[in-house]
């Protein structure tokens, strides 16, 4: 090791008198006042002598006298630091040329400024005196002051010339060597210095060459002897010369290999004016990690900050060394990324990236993809002996990462780089990924890809599993029942817990198909299966109900949906209402009327009220109790106004009152079933029946004149109108997509407000939205949403959410969300509506109403785990927004347990985040890393996770950690500009910190 040392003991002259030469006589007898002022100066008595001077340079007539009068007044001047002193020695010499006392003018000012220290000016007056008009001694004076002025002026090399000049005498031939050898010295000459040093002879002198002979035997490599000279100079040296002499006697023995008994001289070293740099922290590093106490050689060198040259990387090497020794993973991964980014040592850097790429595949990464740093390897070091492992760790990465799709693209174009049994996993996992986030079409071509590699049984068996469920999905039943068909004759689904789910999804395949006979036989297998779990046995109970329901197996259909009600599932209303209507269809009607009456006490919140009531109507009706009848239709159409069966109640109250032959009331009903809900098929039917009314009492005019007001209504065009709608309609029913547009599109134009205008318009929407033409479908999901109750009211707000939500327009979509969140039957439409209520309100920042909707979702039946994590973390965030972090916390908590992809790796920051604030920056560090390994593709979380593991490394006093990190997330998250702006910040506040005691430390930069 080498190192620079600028410690400079100056030593002190002596005072170097100015001698002046004895008077002529004629001052002694011829002028006593110039005598007198002589004496005065003599004694130092400047001012006084001074004054005298000028009056006697002022009344004398004597030349010479007057010449040394101004001369000795100019010096008294100078010695009392007048101002202007220096323009009067200038007048002397400019007015007195002839004087005597010119040359000693230039040397006297000159040495009185140098005795002073005021080395500039000595040398100023220096540069004016005449050499060859100086005697010898003034002339050896002038050499060594003048040397030793242009040294302390920092010019060296001329300093020298003047100095050589003096090296020989007696007087000052130590001294000039002294500064000749420290000359030397600082220009790193450690032989010429070496050479002048043992050539002086003063012992005053040699007190102070211990200090420099020991550095410069430490410099020259002769370790013992600057180990024994520095130990010799300890006992006799300042504070300053201590500190440096520990640093040369620590170094020498680090040289020597002698680790041990180097650090406590190395610890005792204060650095330079109380900083140390990064060489000393490395020294202290070294020496304890040499010695195995990894714990002591971590602190010194995570104290290295910014370190950009060869000790720094083989110190960064060591530091993580170290780590790995302690099993402290991640702070090693970044140690050695670091060493592996210098290229002063190709060894380290090649052997620092090896381990930083498998560190990365072992813990994660989140500065860069886990394959990139694989990838990375072996493109720098091709055909290299680790080139199969790194390999088979580039494809494990991939999965680990859970970045299948990279995965699939890798081994697709490097078919070498696995099996065929892992890319048959790799595209199966992708296939659950993209299944799970609701994209059935992408899961559905992977899990096809999975089977064509078909290798494992296992794999195969899975994938065709989860294409059945996918195909399912996307409403193609056919395909999903040919695939669970497959899925259930291989022979390794039955040891696959997939395979107790294959009768009940089979019966769905079937029931969707409208074989409810063999959909029957399916249910039954999953009501009598152990396996099944209660809320799916449950559900099979239901289905089984309907299956035999739809087929007029009345009774069996009651005996299921008694068992269904027993088991107080999600469904249990549907089940009770259900079982109503076995009773009807039995000819029971006061069961079914006593049934119906229980409902409506029991389930006050079912979506199905409003079906009851209708029911309940009618079979009063049936019953021949009139009354009772239209009084539940008044309930009906007075609680739920916009149920599709409000028009349907208020028409059946005025076919009441027509069959009951009260026309006058009749026509009153039938008329606020056209003015209410105009347009929909219970108003036709109302026009219809209000005709018969009209028609009976003779009054066609009066149905004349009604009808001509109504715009929905073209009498006259009635036959064409039901030609054009049945033409189109043959052709949609066909499958004939684009001739069904062109008739339902003619029929609009023709018939904009017709008779089946409403059902024209969603047909249009159905076929518009399955061309993917979606602006187009919402214009016409829009008059039917807009129409009022109907038949397909609900299910036209669920398309027109649907699209407004896709384009991400929820000012649009809330009024409908909240529309069918009021009179959806679908229990799943509703959470669709609550969920999404929930997101357009977070998007408004009313964070009140965020809660509220999220706390309704998570109250709903039946939803699945990414709805809840979606509720839950709109509850994090707005607790988040309005500084509720107690709630916040808790809610993180919840979507960490369920959520998948983004949302969990925001529930993963988030769970650093708050154990950071609670000060546990162990386990923060544990959660980043969690995130950083299993969250690698959601790289916005992935940087503000590393800057809450920086703040909890500096927290734990690991400085180098916590500045690399930061500099890491400068470096590589450019794109996110919040980020990169935070981690300057917390950069620039901990090098202000460090730079306090380590002086490579450059605060600013």
Same mark, same amino acid.
């Given at each position: 090791?080498?190192?620079?040392?600028?410690?400079?003991?100056?030593?002190?002259?002596?005072?170097?008198?100015?001698?002046? $030469?004895?008077?002529? *006589?004629?001052?002694?007898?011829?002028?006593?006042?110039?005598?007198? &002022?002589?004496?005065?100066?003599?004694?130092?008595?400047?001012?006084?002598?001074?004054?005298?001077?000028?009056?006697?340079?002022?009344?004398?007539?004597?030349?010479?006298?007057?010449?040394?009068?101004?001369?000795?007044?100019?010096?008294?001047?100078?010695?009392?630091? +007048?101002?202007?002193?220096?323009?009067?020695?200038?007048?002397?010499?400019?007015?007195? @040329?002839?004087?005597?006392?010119?040359?000693?003018?230039?040397?006297?000012?000159?040495?009185? /400024?140098?005795?002073?220290? %005021?080395?500039?000016?000595?040398?100023?007056?220096?540069?004016?005196?005449?050499?060859?008009?100086?005697?010898?001694?003034?002339?050896?004076?002038?050499?060594?002051?003048?040397?030793?002025?242009?040294?302390?002026?920092?010019?060296?090399?001329?300093?020298?010339?003047?100095?050589?000049?003096?090296?020989?005498? +007696?007087?000052?031939?130590?001294?000039?060597?002294?500064?000749?050898?420290?000359?030397?010295?600082?220009?790193?000459?450690?032989?010429?210095?070496?050479?002048?040093?043992?050539?002086?002879?003063?012992?005053?002198?040699?007190?102070?060459?211990?200090?420099?002979?020991?550095?410069?035997?430490?410099?020259?490599?002769?370790?013992?002897?600057?180990?024994?000279?520095?130990?010799?100079?300890?006992?006799?040296?300042?504070?300053?010369?201590?500190?440096?002499?520990?640093?040369?006697?620590?170094?020498?023995?680090?040289?020597?290999?002698?680790?041990?008994?180097?650090?406590?001289?190395?610890?005792?070293?204060?650095?330079?004016?109380?900083?140390?740099?990064?060489?000393?922290?490395?020294?202290?590093?070294?020496?304890?990690?040499?010695?195995?106490?990894?714990?002591?050689?971590?602190?010194?060198?995570?104290?290295?900050?910014?370190?950009?040259?060869?000790?720094? +990387?083989?110190?960064?090497?060591?530091?993580?060394?170290?780590?790995?020794?302690?099993?402290?993973?991640?702070?090693?991964?970044?140690?050695?990324?670091?060493?592996?980014?210098?290229?002063?040592?190709?060894?380290?850097?090649?052997? &620092?990236?090896?381990?930083?790429?498998?560190?990365?595949?072992?813990?994660?990464?989140?500065?860069?993809?886990?394959?990139?740093?694989?990838?990375?390897?072996?493109?720098?070091?091709?055909?290299?002996? #680790?080139?199969?492992?790194?390999?088979?760790?580039?494809?494990? !990465?991939?999965?680990?990462?859970?970045?299948?799709?990279?995965?699939?693209?890798?081994?697709? %174009?490097?078919?070498?780089?696995?099996?065929?049994?892992?890319?048959?996993?790799?595209?199966?996992?992708?296939?659950?990924?993209?299944?799970?986030?609701?994209?059935?079409?992408?899961?559905?071509?992977?899990?096809?890809?999975?089977?064509?590699?078909?290798?494992?049984?296992?794999?195969?068996?899975?994938?065709?599993?989860?294409?059945?469920?996918?195909?399912?999905?996307?409403?193609?039943?056919?395909?999903?029942?040919?695939?669970?068909?497959?899925?259930?004759?291989?022979?390794?689904?039955?040891?696959?817990?997939?395979?107790?789910?294959?009768?009940?999804?089979?019966?769905?395949?079937?029931?969707?198909?409208?074989?409810?006979?063999?959909?029957?036989?399916?249910?039954?297998?999953?009501?009598?299966?152990?396996?099944?779990?209660?809320?799916?046995?449950?559900?099979?109970?239901?289905?089984?109900?309907?299956?035999?329901?739809?087929?007029?197996?009345?009774?069996?259909?009651?005996?299921?949906?008694?068992? $269904? !009600?027993?088991?107080?599932?999600?469904?249990?209303?549907?089940?009770?209402?259900?079982?109503?209507?076995? #009773?009807?269809?039995?000819?029971?009607?006061?069961?079914?009327?006593?049934?119906?009456?229980?409902?409506?006490?029991?389930?006050?919140?079912?979506?199905?009220?409003?079906?009851?009531?209708?029911?309940?109507?009618?079979?009063?009706?049936?019953?021949?109790?009139?009354?009772?009848?239209?009084?539940?239709?008044?309930?009906?159409?007075?609680?739920?106004?916009?149920?599709?069966?409000?028009?349907?109640?208020?028409?059946?109250?005025?076919?009441?009152? /027509?069959? &009951?032959?009260?026309?006058?009331?009749?026509?009153?009903?039938?008329?606020?079933?056209?003015?209410? /809900?105009?347009?929909?098929?219970?108003?036709?039917?109302?026009?219809?029946?209000?005709?018969?009314?009209?028609?009976?009492?003779?009054?066609?005019?009066?149905?004349?004149?009604?009808?001509?007001?109504?715009?929905?209504?073209?009498?006259?065009?009635?036959?064409?109108?039901?030609?054009?709608?049945?033409?189109?309609?043959?052709?949609?029913?066909?499958?004939?997509?684009?001739?069904?547009?062109?008739?339902?599109?003619?029929?609009?134009?023709?018939?904009?407000?017709?008779?089946?205008?409403?059902?024209?318009?969603?047909?249009?929407?159905?076929?518009?939205?399955?061309?993917?033409?979606?602006?187009?479908?919402?214009?016409?999901?829009?008059?039917?949403?807009?129409?009022?109750?109907? *038949?397909?009211?609900?299910?036209?707000?669920?398309?027109?959410?649907?699209?407004?939500?896709?384009?991400?327009?929820? @000012?649009?979509?809330?009024?409908?969300?909240?529309?069918?969140?009021?009179?959806?039957?679908?229990?799943?439409?509703?959470?669709?509506?609550? !969920?999404?209520?929930?997101?357009?309100?977070?998007?408004?920042?009313?964070?009140?109403?965020?809660?509220?909707?999220?706390?309704?979702?998570?109250?709903?039946?039946?939803?699945?785990?990414?709805?809840?994590?979606?509720?839950?973390?709109?509850?994090?965030?707005?607790?988040?927004?309005?500084?509720?972090?107690?709630?916040?916390?808790?809610?993180?908590?919840?979507?960490?347990?369920?959520?998948?992809? *983004?949302?969990?790796?925001?529930?993963?920051?988030?769970?650093?985040?708050?154990?950071?604030?609670?000060?546990?920056?162990?386990?923060?560090?544990?959660?980043?890393?969690?995130?950083?390994?299993?969250?690698?593709?959601?790289?916005?979380?992935?940087?503000?996770?590393?800057?809450?593991?920086?703040?909890?490394?500096?927290?734990?006093?690991?400085?180098?950690?916590?500045?690399?990190?930061?500099?890491?997330?400068?470096?590589?998250?450019?794109?996110?500009?919040?980020?990169?702006?935070?981690?300057?910040?917390?950069?620039?506040?901990?090098?202000?910190?460090?730079?306090?005691?380590?002086?490579?430390?450059?605060?600013?930069?």
């Amino acid at each position: 090791m080498s190192r620079k040392n600028f410690l400079l003991v100056p030593i002190f002259l002596g005072t170097i008198s100015i001698l002046f $030469a004895q008077e002529t *006589e004629i001052y002694s007898h011829d002028n006593k006042a110039f005598q007198d &002022a002589l004496a005065l100066y003599n004694d130092q008595q400047y001012q006084a002598a001074q004054t005298i001077f000028e009056k006697v340079k002022a009344s004398t007539t004597d030349g010479e006298i007057e010449a040394n009068s101004a001369y000795y007044s100019a010096n008294a001047a100078i010695r009392l630091n +007048q101002r202007g002193a220096d323009k009067m020695m200038e007048d002397f010499v400019a007015r007195y @040329p002839t004087s005597t006392k010119r040359n000693s003018a230039f040397l006297d000012v000159a040495d009185y /400024y140098f005795e002073t220290g %005021k080395y500039p000016y000595s040398l100023k007056w220096y540069k004016k005196v005449d050499q060859s008009a100086m005697s010898y001694a003034d002339q050896e004076r002038f050499n060594f002051n003048n040397g030793y002025a242009l040294y302390a002026s920092r010019r060296p090399k001329v300093a020298e010339r003047y100095l050589s000049r003096v090296s020989t005498s +007696q007087k000052y031939g130590s001294q000039a060597k002294y500064y000749l050898g420290y000359i030397a010295y600082e220009q790193d000459d450690y032989d010429q210095a070496s050479t002048r040093f043992d050539q002086i002879t003063d012992p005053s002198l040699n007190e102070k060459l211990s200090y420099y002979q020991a550095d410069l035997n430490f410099k020259q490599g002769n370790f013992e002897e600057a180990i024994a000279m520095a130990k010799k100079q300890l006992p006799k040296s300042d504070r300053r010369e201590v500190s440096e002499l520990n640093k040369i006697i620590g170094e020498s023995y680090f040289n020597l290999n002698q680790y041990e008994e180097a650090l406590p001289y190395l610890k005792k070293y204060r650095g330079r004016r109380g900083k140390l740099s990064n060489t000393d922290y490395y020294l202290m590093g070294y020496s304890h990690y040499k010695q195995g106490d990894f714990e002591g050689a971590i602190q010194q060198f995570n104290k290295i900050i910014g370190g950009t040259n060869s000790v720094s +990387q083989n110190a960064y090497y060591h530091l993580a060394e170290c780590y790995l020794k302690l099993d402290k993973k991640s702070e090693a991964l970044n140690a050695f990324r670091n060493a592996s980014q210098m290229d002063f040592s190709p060894e380290i850097e090649k052997d &620092a990236l090896l381990n930083y790429a498998r560190l990365s595949y072992e813990i994660g990464n989140a500065y860069e993809p886990v394959p990139q740093v694989m990838s990375s390897y072996l493109e720098k070091y091709p055909k290299d002996e #680790h080139q199969q492992e790194i390999q088979e760790l580039l494809v494990d !990465s991939y999965i680990t990462s859970k970045n299948f799709e990279g995965a699939m693209e890798l081994l697709e %174009k490097n078919k070498g780089y696995a099996s065929k049994e892992t890319y048959q996993k790799v595209a199966f996992y992708r296939g659950v990924e993209l299944f799970m986030d609701g994209d059935y079409e992408g899961a559905l071509e992977r899990f096809s890809k999975s089977i064509k590699s078909a290798d494992n049984p296992v794999f195969e068996a899975r994938a065709q599993y989860w294409r059945a469920e996918s195909n399912y999905r996307l409403n193609r039943f056919e395909e999903a029942l040919s695939d669970f068909t497959l899925f259930q004759r291989n022979t390794a689904a039955k040891a696959l817990p997939e395979y107790q789910e294959l009768d009940y999804n089979l019966g769905y395949c079937y029931f969707k198909l409208k074989d409810y006979a063999t959909a029957i036989s399916y249910f039954k297998n999953a009501t009598a299966s152990d396996a099944s779990g209660e809320e799916r046995a449950n559900d099979s109970y239901v289905r089984l109900g309907d299956s035999y329901f739809v087929t007029s197996k009345y009774n069996s259909a009651l005996s299921a949906y008694n068992e $269904a !009600s027993k088991m107080n599932g999600p469904e249990r209303d549907y089940a009770a209402f259900q079982k109503t209507l076995c #009773h009807g269809f039995l000819g029971k009607n006061a069961t079914k009327i006593d049934g119906l009456n229980q409902f409506l006490t029991r389930y006050p919140k079912s979506s199905l009220r409003d079906d009851a009531f209708f029911e309940l109507g009618n079979s009063y009706i049936k019953s021949n109790n009139e009354t009772q009848g239209l009084q539940t239709y008044d309930r009906l159409i007075s609680e739920y106004s916009r149920s599709k069966f409000a028009p349907r109640a208020m028409l059946r109250q005025g076919l009441v009152h /027509y069959n &009951a032959s009260r026309n006058d009331q009749a026509l009153a009903k039938l008329k606020m079933v056209v003015q209410k /809900y105009p347009n929909t098929q219970e108003a036709k039917q109302a026009v219809a029946t209000a005709k018969l009314v009209y028609v009976d009492e003779g009054r066609v005019s009066e149905y004349a004149a009604w009808v001509r007001n109504l715009d929905f209504v073209e009498v006259t065009d009635t036959e064409l109108d039901n030609a054009s709608f049945e033409s189109a309609n043959r052709k949609f029913a066909e499958g004939k997509t684009d001739a069904a547009i062109r008739g339902f599109e003619d029929y609009l134009k023709q018939f904009p407000t017709g008779i089946h205008s409403l059902q024209v318009n969603f047909n249009l929407a159905q076929l518009y939205f399955g061309k993917d033409q979606k602006d187009r479908a919402l214009e016409k999901y829009l008059v039917v949403a807009n129409s009022g109750s109907g *038949e397909h009211t609900e299910q036209s707000l669920t398309r027109v959410c649907e699209i407004y939500i896709g384009k991400q327009d929820y @000012p649009s979509a809330i009024p409908y969300l909240e529309q069918l969140e009021g009179m959806a039957e679908i229990v799943q439409n509703r959470t669709f509506a609550q !969920s999404n209520l929930m997101k357009g309100y977070y998007g408004q920042r009313n964070y009140d109403k965020v809660i509220s909707y999220a706390e309704k979702v998570l109250n709903a039946p039946k939803i699945d785990n990414r709805i809840k994590s979606d509720a839950q973390i709109m509850i994090a965030r707005s607790a988040i927004a309005t500084n509720d972090e107690r709630l916040a916390e808790t809610a993180y908590q919840e979507v960490q347990k369920i959520a998948t992809g *983004e949302l969990a790796a925001e529930a993963w920051y988030y769970d650093g985040y708050f154990k950071n604030k609670n000060q546990d920056f162990e386990a923060s560090n544990a959660s980043v890393q969690k995130l950083a390994k299993d969250y690698s593709a959601y790289k916005e979380w992935g940087g503000k996770g590393l800057i809450i593991m920086a703040k909890n490394f500096y927290a734990l006093e690991d400085a180098f950690q916590a500045t690399y990190i930061l500099e890491s997330v400068i470096a590589n998250f450019s794109e996110y500009d919040e980020i990169v702006a935070e981690a300057r910040g917390e950069l620039a506040l901990i090098k202000s910190r460090e730079a306090q005691h380590n002086s490579s430390v450059d605060p600013g930069n």
